[in-house]
């Protein structure tokens, strides 16, 4: 491509508009809707936030009994 426009004999420039593709930068919610249009099943942190959050509570808990 570096030698873009090509001219031939006949005068003719090839490749003299072309403009190459710029990488895709996806956002983080383009990522998500793409996800799940290809059925791919979101990941929720929640289960181990609760989980921890149980965990303080319980420590908490224990250390309060003495």
Do not use: A
């Amino acid at each position: 491509m570096g030698n873009l426009p090509f001219t031939t004999k006949s005068g003719l420039r090839i490749g003299q508009y072309y403009v190459p593709r710029q990488p895709m930068q996806m956002s983080r919610d383009e990522e998500f809707w793409q996800g799940i249009l290809l059925g791919i099943k979101p990941v929720s942190h929640l289960p181990m936030v609760i989980y921890i959050i149980g965990l303080l509570v319980l420590v908490k808990s224990l250390m309060g009994l003495k």
